[in-house]
């Protein structure tokens, strides 16, 4: 016998071998019925936050113990597909478990990025983010239906990357600067292809129409793989894309590369202009890619994933990869990717607001 709080009590009896397999609420009720001094309201509420700790605690100890999904919110076989795919083959390694790629396409990636933010918080379900994570919400937030910063958890930064401006080989023009002059000369003549309204590709039309005073129509499409077969069958004019999803078009001679919108040239496409040097400074844009997770995601499975994709980073042979497929590998964690997100949120408000933009799907 013993005391607490000046209350009499006995020692339950430990649960037997065969008690020990019971989950968590059953535990919690085994508690319930033997410890009589818990049952009280105070002592009852602390108890459950316990128990409650304890069971995340382990949870996360044995993070992961089934397959993972990772959801991409891109059409199978663009350029953020490939590199999320060769991503998701090496991060299982790691994590000795199964990680499921789940193409979820729509509204410019806002509905596979719905269906996470709505997901469990457990790890078990991860988003693979680009740019139009925070471009389409930033551009379309009634269509998005999601914001970037408040409702995901961020894991890990992996690669940015220009895009690169191409059109067709039949073309009038045969360069950036030769662009610009001729899409001067005839208003609303060139038509240019994006991955959807409120993409990337998209806002960076819009950001080079404000700054170099040119008037090109937007063509949406659903993906940039139609809008690409559209532009080398002479459909449309113009349309920008990630080097990965271009690069081949590019060296076949069936499309010709204009200019690339980072601050310096793609050792993939050396003799191709920056942006400023093409004479179109100040519309330089970069996507990026990274790994989400819903918010509330415990800490410790967010460090354990961050933990495992910054060691695969750092293998030769994907440093080999992404790069000979045009990323630039930028690795970071959770706090290098939440500065990222936010910067490039806010960066595309602020075009939409000060171009003003009314973008509808």
């Known amino acids: 016998m013993s005391a607490i709080g000046g209350q009499r009590f006995r020692f339950p009896v430990l649960p037997t071998p065969a008690d020990s ?20 309201p105070p002592n009852m509420r602390f108890f459950s936050a316990l128990i409650t700790a304890l069971a995340a605690t382990s949870a996360c100890a044995q993070f992961p113990d089934r397959p993972i999904k990772l959801i991409v919110p891109f059409a199978a076989g663009a350029g953020t597909d490939a590199v999320a795919r060769f991503v998701a083959q090496k991060l299982e390694v790691e994590l000795k478990q199964p990680i499921v790629v789940e193409n979820r396409v729509g509204a410019s990636g806002a509905i596979g990025t719905q269906a996470v933010a709505a997901a469990p918080a457990d790890g078990y379900t991860l988003l693979f983010i680009a740019s139009p994570f925070t471009t389409v919400a930033a551009a379309t937030p009634q269509i998005a239906n999601y914001d970037p910063v408040k409702q995901f958890a961020p894991v890990a930064l992996i690669a940015t990357g220009p895009l690169v401006w191409i059109t067709g080989e039949k073309a009038p023009f045969a360069s950036m600067r030769e662009m610009i002059t001729f899409a001067k000369a005839n208003p609303g003549k060139l038509s240019y292809g994006s991955a959807g309204a409120g993409g990337v590709n998209h806002l960076a039309l819009e950001l080079f129409k404000a700054k170099t005073g040119t008037d090109i129509l937007h063509v949406p499409y659903k993906g940039i793989a139609p809008a690409t077969t559209d532009l080398l069958g002479g459909s449309i004019s113009l349309l920008t894309g990630t080097i990965p999803a271009v690069l081949q078009h590019v060296k076949s001679g069936k499309a010709r590369a204009l200019a690339v919108t980072g601050d310096k040239r793609s050792a993939l496409l050396p003799d191709v202009p920056t942006m400023k040097e093409a004479g179109a400074n100040g519309t330089e844009v970069y996507n990026y890619w990274g790994i989400v997770a819903p918010q509330g995601t415990p800490a410790p499975i967010v460090a354990r994933l961050n933990t ?46 000060d171009a003003k933009l009314k973008i509808e799907q």
Do not use: C
């Open 21 to 40: 397999r019971l989950g968590v609420h059953e535990a919690a009720m085994w508690v319930q019925y033997n410890l009589g001094w818990l049952k009280t």
């Open 308 to 353: 495992e994709v910054q060691k695969l980073l750092a293998q030769k042979e994907v440093q080999e990869r992404l790069t000979g497929d045009g990323v630039e590998l930028t690795p970071g964690g959770p706090d290098r990717l939440t500065s990222f997100i936010n910067s490039d949120f806010n960066g595309w408000k602020k075009l939409v607001i």
